[in-house]
């Protein structure tokens, strides 16, 4: 029997894969020791090693983790399947990006959850959500385009990931002296898992946030600058429909109040144009610079 550093020598594939594989994928159920410690047999040895020529041969882990299991791989390594199925990033070994399509399609509610759980737990908060979950659910978004995924299967999935962004939102520290920040979408625009993770982030960078969500009409926005004051405002830009209306909102906000510093984030903040102050594509770095421009030093959360 081998311990999961043997295994991980052996086989070549990082501890960490190793354990995604088992629990992810069930490709081995290592016994455990008293202590909790996996071991791994030669059997498993050879499953893992089947394992990680099918995913080097472009196998996306779900799929080659079915072959594994159902001992297809005995014989000479067959093709990855062509054409339609989910394609994988060549650097995602362990399936990560693709692993929002997989829950998309399986309809694991408690698998669901352990993944979200995991991911959130392995690094920062930004640092996750800027290398996982941003790039997972634009894969997600692509497999609903192609017909991969289900509206059921999408909403499924988005929802899961709304309740966690919305927790961390009202677990990240909370500083009302800061400069006051609101941040949402503009009419009409639903895609508001990118703000609210931002909202996250601005939080957590020292901000005092007021968030208020989708579909607020530019009339809307411009009572709660002129009302509530803050210092900054950021208007989401998800998809190419909502360009227009973020142009209007950007407008109205700037005539009521123009020293109101409205930026813009998202995948289509650059053609917003006008006075809209383009954030960029990362969410952490975003939320540093606008901190740095409303003067919050060194107030980032540790959390
Ligand atoms: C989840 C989802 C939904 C959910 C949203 C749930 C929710 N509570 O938010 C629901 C089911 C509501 C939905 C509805 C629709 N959706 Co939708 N959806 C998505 C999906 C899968 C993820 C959306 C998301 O969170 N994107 C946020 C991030 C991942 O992307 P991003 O905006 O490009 O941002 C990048 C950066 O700028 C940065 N970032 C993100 N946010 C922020 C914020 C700040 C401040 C900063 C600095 C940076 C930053 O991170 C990203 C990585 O680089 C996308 C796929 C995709 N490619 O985005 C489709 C997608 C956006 N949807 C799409 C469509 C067509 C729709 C619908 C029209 C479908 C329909 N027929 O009803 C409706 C429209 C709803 C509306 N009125 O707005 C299309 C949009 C195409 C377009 N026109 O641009 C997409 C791209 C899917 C596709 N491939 O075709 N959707």
Redesign the pocket.
């Known amino acids: 029997m081998y311990s999961v550093k043997h295994a991980a020598a052996m086989t070549g594939i990082p501890p960490d894969t190793l354990r995604m594989w088992e629990r992810r994928y069930g490709v081995v159920a290592p016994v455990r020791t008293e202590g909790g410690y996996r071991l791994y047999d030669d059997a498993a040895i050879s499953r893992l090693s089947a394992m990680r020529a099918l995913v080097e041969a472009g196998w996306p882990p779900r799929l080659a983790a079915e072959q594994v299991r159902s001992g297809t791989t005995a014989g000479p390594l067959a093709s990855p399947p062509t054409g339609d199925e989910v394609p994988v990033a060549v650097d995602d070994p362990a399936g990560d990006v693709a692993v929002l399509v997989a829950m998309a399609t399986d309809f694991d509610a408690h698998a669901l959850e352990t993944v979200l759980a995991e991911m959130f737990e392995r690094d920062d908060f930004e640092h996750v959500v800027d290398t996982w979950l ?1 790039p997972a ?2 894969s ?3 497999a ?2 192609r017909g991969k995924v289900t509206v059921a299967g ?2 499924f999935v ?1 929802a899961a990931v ?1 309740r966690r962004l919305a927790a961390a939102y009202d677990a990240a520290p909370t500083n009302p002296d800061g400069p006051r920040v609101v941040v949402g979408l503009a009419r ?8 609210l ?2 909202a996250v982030a601005l939080r957590r960078a020292g901000l005092a946030v007021l968030y208020v969500g989708s579909d607020l009409p530019a009339e809307t926005w411009v009572v709660t600058a002129t009302d509530q004051r803050p210092a900054a405002v ?1 208007v ?1 830009v ?5 360009v227009p209306a973020v142009r209007d909102t950007v407008a109205a906000l700037i005539a009521a109040r123009p020293d109101l510093k409205v930026f813009v ?5 650059s053609r917003v144009g006008g006075a809209a102050l383009p ?3 990362r ?1 952490g770095e ?1 939320a540093e610079e606008v901190a740095r421009v409303l003067g919050v030093v060194g107030q980032a959360a540790t959390a």
């Open positions: 941003m659910l634009i997600l978004g692509s609903w385009h999408e909403h988005s709304q009409g625009s639903r895609h508001e898992l990118g703000v993770a931002f950021v989401g998800p998809s190419s429909d909502d984030g998202g995948g289509h903040q954030l960029g594509h969410l975003a």
